[in-house]
């Protein structure tokens, strides 16, 4: 007779080392929600959840500098969207025959 498998509680389904969540309480690894709000941005967050602790000062501002480039030349960056309008490249012939 095949084993019957244990159904797993929603609780058990959700476990993560990442977050611990409870009524009234969650924590991003460790660390109550309460002392992170208002008090680290977005790129130290990013560190906390894939690295598991708060990075040095010094390695959030590059954190966040490579956040930033990658936004801008991703994979539409704003400076090939401008290179690819029609509207300038039709600007352009024109000067070239001027």
Do not use: C
Not at 13 to 19: E, G, V
Not at 32 to 54: C, K, N, P, S, Y
Not at 69 to 95: T, Y
């Amino acid at each position: 007779m095949a084993e019957k498998k244990k159904t797993k509680t929603p609780e058990e389904w959700w476990s993560s080392i990442i977050i611990e969540m409870q009524p009234g309480m969650i924590r991003y690894r460790g660390y109550d929600v309460e002392e992170l709000i208002g008090h680290i941005g977005f790129a130290e967050m990013v560190w906390l959840l894939t690295r598991g602790e708060l990075p040095e000062p010094r390695a959030a501002k590059l954190l966040e500098a490579a956040l930033v480039a990658a936004v801008d030349h991703g994979p539409q960056a704003p400076s090939i969207a401008a290179e690819e309008n029609p509207a300038r490249r039709k600007s352009h012939r024109l000067r070239q025959r001027l």
